[in-house]
Each structure stands twice: as C-alpha cells, then as structure tokens.
C-alpha cells in the first residue's frame, strides 16, 4: 500500500484522506488551518457529509489517518502528494490558482525522487505543465512527476462518490505515472480512464459545465411552462424516459449554486475568451441561471403584495442544497440578501445548525430560528429555499396558524401542491 500526503482537508482533501486510508494506504492530511487539524485528531469532522466520521475515525484507530499541520510536515515519506486547495473565482471569472501554486512551492524542496503530484482541485487546463515548472524552479528533484486527477465527488454523497465513483480520470504524460496513480484505486470498482493532462483538465470543467446547462434548461423550460400554463414536472418526466436525456438534473429550482458550478462555469468561460472562442451558450446558462434566482425573489415579492418592505418573511433552508452545510454561493443567500435589501424582514430555519450560526455572521441582519415554526410566526409569505427531507413532514395546520397569511413560494418544488391548497394556502411552485 502507497503512502499518500493530501493537502488541504477540506470537503475534497478530507473524503479523499479517508476514501484512500479505507482502501488500506497510509494516508496524511494537511491543512494550514490548525484548529481544523486538532479537531480531525480528535475525530471531530468539521462538514457534515454521510459516513465521514465513522471513516475517518477507523482510519485513526488504524494507523492509517493522521492529520498535520502544514503541507511541508505531510509530503516527506509520501509517494504520492493529492493537491486538495481551494481554486475560488478571481474579479476577471478566471480560477484563481494562489493556493495551488503556494502549496507547490512549499512542498517543492521536500519531494522526494519518483513521487507523483496530483492535482485534485478543479483547475484550468495547462495547470499540469505550470505545477511542474515551479516544481521545477523550487529546487524539486527532476523525478517528480505530476499528473491531474479531477475529482467528481457530490457533498452530501462525497464518501459513496468517492468510493463507487462512476469513472476516475487521470491525465498524465508519463504512463509509469499514470499506471501507479490508477494502482491507488485498485479497489475501486469503476472504469479508470487515462487522457492526457489537458484533457483531463478539459473534462471536469466540461462536465460540471453540462451539468449547469441541463439545469439552466430545465430552469427556462420552467419559465416557459408557467406561461403556457403546463407542469414542468410533467415534461420533465416525459422528456427523461429518453435514455439519450435522462432524468437526473432535470429539477427546476432557484438555479444553481455552491462551491463548484458558479466558479467553475466563470472559469470555462474566461478559458474560452482567453482562447478567442465565441462561448455564447454557456454565457447563456450564467445568465439563465442569475436570472433564476432573482425570479424566486420574484415569486416572494408577489405573494407578499408586490411590495417587500416592511414585509415579515420565512425562509426554510439557507444551504445550498439540502445534506450539506456548505453556505458558499447559495441561491437561498442570494434571496435572503435581495428581500433584506427591499426592506423585509427575514426569518430562516436551517437544519445544519453550524451553517445557521454562519450564515448569521455573513448576513447581520438575518434573524435565525431554531425550528421550522418559530421562523413562520407572523409571516406573510414562507419561502422554501432548500430542499431538506424534514419539511415535508411539518404540521402545515400550525405553520398556517402561526402565519398572518398562508402564502408559501416552494422554489424547490418539493411540497405537495393539492394538499396545501387544500387547507387554504396559496401555493407558488416553480414551472408548475
Ligand atoms: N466541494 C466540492 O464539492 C468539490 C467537488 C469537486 C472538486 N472540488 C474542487 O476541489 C478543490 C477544493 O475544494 P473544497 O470544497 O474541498 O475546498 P475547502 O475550502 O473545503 O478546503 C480546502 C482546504 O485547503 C486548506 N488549505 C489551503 N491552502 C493550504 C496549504 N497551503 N496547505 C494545506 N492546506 C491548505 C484550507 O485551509 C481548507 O481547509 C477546489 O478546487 C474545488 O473546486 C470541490
């Protein structure tokens, strides 16, 4: 079994640690965070992600995990060093890559011969070649070899994604390379494929690119649908028996949001300009998409009377989707702001408790409940922003009691229409 250094221990780097430790390697995470780092020692799991704690607690009790601070302590013994960095979106849209090349030129002097660098952050095409040249111009060894290998882990799944992903790709000019890094997934049981490193680049950004399209197009169908006055959930249904479309992210809602698809889109686009290639279709789906959150402020505006200040509103959910307490480019952020700034006042439940507490801090004036009924008490309007199991199942009877108007904008079309209007409620749905 290989040992591995990861850096960076966050929602990739720290499923990626535990994914590897499980699979039997000799797995060390680094992170510059220090608290973060003691924590994992202790088996505390910062995220909230299915399996990961049990994962990560196995691997301690093993020997297999451990946690460091600095990506320098992490990379001495290590065959093979996974980059698990943050690559946010710079002013100009572009992938900002000063973590990755910091975490490069930190490690460079202390890479030993014949280890492999995987880039795991989600980075632009031609990255591979500048991650070895400051290698390189850091004083690393000539045999240090880099390869890319993207990771397509969704949060809230990330453990089972990891380990059952439907392919790994790995792009590497060195077939020995490519080889020993297709080795660490030797119990994984999915098709591995080898590309070049630009290829492998071009895929992650090209596949989370189509992702957002199919949602952007959903989302525009649904527009269409409430003019025309049919039911996208219907046409979504009818369209996804075609084996060639598929059924999944065909959900219309809010539009997308999150730590990937906002920047990673940006990213594709400022790739495409920078190349002089006239990518006005995933402009198209930015746009969409923009264009979708401020529609479901919309839909709120409306319920509440076509005027918004002074207006008492609920929201349930602030993540950006549900099983995950990741807060970063949220729809529901996005709306929450824009009904502040008309002058309501807004209440919101989130079920992931630590993403409550934070969202508290980014946006002072949201007022945070502790539960679902609390957050509608004298409302006029209830906004559903995130799809979270749990409020299917609460007592609409007492959320219309506890409202001065049953009025509720369900941007994730996740309640049942005909029972609500059932008991009086005036329901707006999306597409439907
Ligand atoms: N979150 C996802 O769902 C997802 C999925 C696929 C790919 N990605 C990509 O993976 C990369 C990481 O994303 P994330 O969501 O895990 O980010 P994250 O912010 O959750 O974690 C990054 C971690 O890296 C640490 N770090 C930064 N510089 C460091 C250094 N020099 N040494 C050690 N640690 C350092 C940070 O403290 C942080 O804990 C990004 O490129 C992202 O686009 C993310």
């Known amino acids: 079994m290989s040992k591995v250094a990861i850096i960076g221990a966050g929602y990739v780097g720290l499923t990626t640690a535990a994914c590897l430790a499980s699979l039997g390697h000799d797995v060390t995470g680094a992170d510059i965070d220090a608290d973060r780092v003691a924590r994992l020692n202790r088996g505390e799991i910062p995220i909230l992600e299915d399996g990961l704690p049990e994962l990560v607690a196995d691997g301690i009790a093993g020997r297999r995990l451990r946690f460091v601070v600095g990506a320098v302590t992490a990379v001495g013994n290590a065959d093979f060093v996974f980059l698990c960095v943050p690559t946010p979106q710079a002013d100009d849209g572009s992938a900002d890559l000063g973590f990755v090349e910091a975490a490069v030129r930190e490690i ?137 479309i598929g059924f999944e992210f065909l959900h219309p809602g809010p539009g997308y949001g999150g730590s990937c698809f906002p920047k990673d889109t940006a990213a594709l686009l400022h790739t495409a300009r920078s190349s002089g290639f006239d990518f006005s279709l995933l402009q198209g789906v930015i746009d969409v998409n923009r264009r979708q959150h401020e529609r479901m402020v919309e839909k709120i505006r409306n319920l509440a009377g076509g005027d918004l200040d002074g207006a008492t509103i609920a929201v349930w959910g602030l993540t950006f989707k549900a099983k995950t307490d990741d807060l970063r480019d949220s729809p529901a952020l996005y709306i929450t702001d824009h009904l502040m700034a008309e002058g309501a006042k807004v209440r919101a439940y989130e079920p992931a408790e630590e993403a409550a507490a934070r969202a508290a801090t980014m946006q002072p004036g949201l007022e945070i409940v502790s539960d679902a009924y609390e957050a509608v008490a004298g409302a006029s309007v209830l906004g559903v922003l995130t799809e979270w199991d749990e409020f299917r199942w609460v007592d609409f009877e007492r959320v219309k009691a506890g409202m001065t108007a049953p009025n509720v904008v369900d941007t994730r079309n996740l309640l049942d229409p005909t029972a609500l209007r059932r008991r009086g409620f005036t329901y707006v749905g999306v597409g439907r």
């Not at 790995?170 to 080889?179: L, Q, R």
């Not at 952007?216 to 649904?222: E, L, Q, V």
């Not at 649908?225 to 060639?244: K, P, S």
């Open 108 to 244: 460079a002097p202390k890479l030993r011969p014949g280890t492999v660098v995987i880039n795991k952050s989600t980075v632009p095409v031609g990255t591979t070649r500048i991650v070895k040249r400051i290698l390189s111009d850091a004083g690393a060894t000539d045999r240090i070899y880099v390869a890319s290998n993207p990771e397509f882990l969704r949060e809230g799944v990330a453990v089972s994604d990891f380990l059952h992903p439907n392919r790994v790709v790995i792009g590497c000019e060195d077939p020995e390379a490519a080889v020993r890094v297709s080795d660490l997934y030797r119990n994984v049981d999915a098709p591995i494929l080898v590309t070049d490193a630009a290829s492998a680049e071009m895929i992650k950004y090209a596949s989370n690119a189509f992702l957002a399209t199919k949602i952007s197009f959903i989302n525009a169908i649904a527009g269409l649908c409430e003019a025309v006055d049919a039911d996208v959930r219907e046409v979504a249904l009818g369209m996804g028996y075609d084996t060639r």
